[in-house]
């Protein structure tokens, strides 16, 4: 990491330095801080939820205390008392007994909130009254009270009020639920004696009614629920009475979080002792907190402008001192030997990066006379070097030539072997040049001409030869010996073993201040052109000897626009195209190799 950091300039390292030391700890701190603070509201607000479930949970209750003491009035009541004792004869007197119960329950029953009373009728004497499936209240004969769903829970609770979910007395296809507040009516005359059951239904009305005070809280979910974590009364759709609402296990009262389809609820939980029922709000954390989220809001756009100040001093501070050295870098970096600068020095002045640039400046120009000044000598150790490289391709040509002889002589007679003498002689005159390192092009061409005629003695003929040489291209001078090695490359490599059928095509043009020489043959294998060219590149060391030392000696001369590059013809074989600038003097060559 430091390694890195010593490595970066020096706007990078004050951003780094910014975001390190300024940006991340106001960020940590920032999250910090929100996420403490929000602790902090959830605690508050749970608590004080707490208290005002506490207090509608009393007021629940004594909406259940209200019911006992109805029904504890319609229980003792001399009207229901005697009217469920009295015999019956006749079916006369059991329907007005049945009239008379209705009508005195209909005196209690509302819109809301129905009254029922369930006898037992086992003779089936009161076969006449309508059973609760057509009623949505009134009085009803069972024949087999067992049969009711809430019958053993309320007889097994002997007098006290019991908390039911029952289906909707009436016409109730769809089996919607109510919560029923139901006891058992005993005599006052005969000791334990059950005169019936009493049964208030539709009393989840009023309990959610006493849900008002968390009105104001848009996204509470308030739900009643019995001892098995069962709806009795709620104030959302999501949970309707009679379903199961999750609970956290051995959770009576208090406040606790729970997390439901990527949701977190906060609970708030309250058991009553009394009744044994639980009230439960359930509320998003999120609509808990949203005035903490509202400061949270206005603290990061504090911190938006605090950052866009902060970027408005570092510019500042780049702009006038950092660009600056950053520039002088660049300049320095984009300094090559030889090349003078294109800027000017500043006028005088106390400013240090003003006094660096013109130190600068001053040294490049001491720097680029002493490479003017020393030019001369290095032309001349690029003239040795040529002769050093030229001297290396003579003893190979020598050597293959006086093999060539050799082999002729043994084979033939005396008169070929006297016309190869005769073409080595002049290769070796043409080679050596008077030690002149720039030939014409008609000598060069004599050159290539001789050696081409000694290897087709060599190979008995195997091969045509096709020269095309321009008459004006002829004056112009190159590089001696350049041709020979890339002739004697596409007679070895090409065209040497195609039994009469190798062609080769020597040509030599001049245009637009271009002097190209080009070799192609026609040979059937084929040449991977970029090996050669990557030769011809120095990216491949210890291959291709003859073609290296012509590409060298070329760039000595005119330098790196210049040189050997190999292509494949568009029929069959291999093109080695030169090209050189048009001279006819070599005082020409003046600037320096690119």
């Known amino acids: 990491m430091l390694q890195m950091l010593r490595n970066m300039n020096l706007m990078k390292k004050l951003i780094v330095l910014l975001i390190t030391f300024v940006v991340i700890p106001i960020l940590v701190l920032d999250l910090v801080v929100a996420k403490k603070l929000e602790s902090i509201t959830e605690e508050q607000v749970g608590n004080a939820l707490l208290q005002l479930v506490r207090g509608s949970h009393l007021t629940l209750d004594r909406e259940s205390s209200d019911f006992d003491e109805k029904t504890e009035k319609i229980m003792i009541s001399q009207e229901i008392q005697q009217l469920a004792s009295l015999p019956s004869f006749s079916e006369y007197e059991r329907f007005e007994i049945f009239k008379t119960l209705d009508k005195y329950l209909n005196n209690y029953s509302t819109n809301a909130i129905r009254y029922s009373m369930f006898f037992s009728d086992k003779d089936k004497q009161y076969s006449f009254v309508p059973n609760p499936d057509i009623l949505n209240n009134g009085i009803f004969y069972a024949t087999d009270l067992d049969a009711l769903s809430w019958y053993r829970e309320v007889s097994q609770a002997k007098g006290k009020g019991v908390l039911q979910i029952i289906d909707k007395f009436g016409y109730n296809p769809n089996k919607v639920k109510t919560v029923a507040y139901m006891r058992q009516m005993n005599s006052i005359y005969h000791g334990e004696s059950v005169i019936g059951y009493l049964v208030v239904s539709g009393i989840e009305t009023p309990l959610q009614q006493d849900f008002t005070p968390f009105e104001k809280y848009a996204d509470a979910q308030i739900m009643l ?23 956290a296990a051995g959770k009576s009262e208090g406040v606790y979080k729970l997390k439901e389809d990527g949701v977190a609820y906060m609970h708030v939980l309250h058991t009553s002792e009394v009744t044994n029922t639980k009230l439960l709000m359930r509320v998003p954390v999120q609509s808990i907190i949203i005035d903490h989220i509202s400061v949270q809001k206005l603290v990061h756009w504090i911190m938006v402008i605090y950052f ?14 950092l660009k600056p050295i950053s520039r002088l870098a660049r300049i320095t970096n984009s ?60 003893p190979h040509l020598l050597y293959n030539t006086l093999e060539s002889v050799y082999w002729h002589t043994f084979m033939e007679g005396a008169a070929e072997s006297a016309e190869m003498i005769k073409d080595l002689s002049l290769i070796m005159r043409i080679g050596l040049s008077k030690g002149k390192l720039l030939i014409p092009v008609a000598e060069e061409i004599n050159h290539a001409e001789a050696y081409v005629r000694l290897q087709l003695f060599r190979y008995e003929y195997a091969f045509k030869v096709h020269w095309d040489i321009e008459e004006e291209a002829k004056k112009f001078l190159v590089p001696k010996v350049i041709l020979q090695p890339i002739i004697e490359n596409a007679i070895l490599h090409g065209i ?59 760039q000595l001369h005119y330098g790196k626009r210049y040189g050997l590059h190999y292509s494949l013809r568009d029929d069959q074989g291999v093109c080695a195209r030169i090209e050189l600038p048009s001279m006819r003097d070599e005082n020409e060559i003046k600037q320096p190799p690119a």
């Open 335 to 394: 300094y090559h030997p030889g090349r003078p600068l294109a800027i000017t020095m500043h006028s005088e002045s106390k400013n240090e990066i003003v006094l660096l640039s013109n130190h600068f400046i001053r040294m490049t120009d001491r720097l680029n006379q002493t490479i003017y000044d020393q030019y001369e000598l290095e032309l001349k150790h690029k003239e040795i070097e040529l002769s050093i490289l030229h001297t290396q391709i003579n």
């Open 308 to 321: 866009f100040i902060l970027i408005l001093a570092s510019m500042y501070f780049i702009q006038s001192i």
């Open 496 to 554: 040497k073993n195609m039994s009469q059928d190798g062609e080769l095509w020597i040509k030599v043009r001049s245009g637009g201040g271009i002097v190209t020489l080009s070799v192609e043959d026609n040979g059937y294998r084929q040449a991977d052109i970029q090996l050669m060219n990557a030769i011809l590149g120095g990216k491949e060391s210890n291959r291709g000897f003859g073609i290296i030392n012509v590409q060298k000696r070329i």
């Open 225 to 247: 629920l019995n001892p098995n974590n069962v709806v009795l009364a709620t104030n959302t759709p999501k949970f309707e009475i009679g379903d199961s609402v999750p609970v």
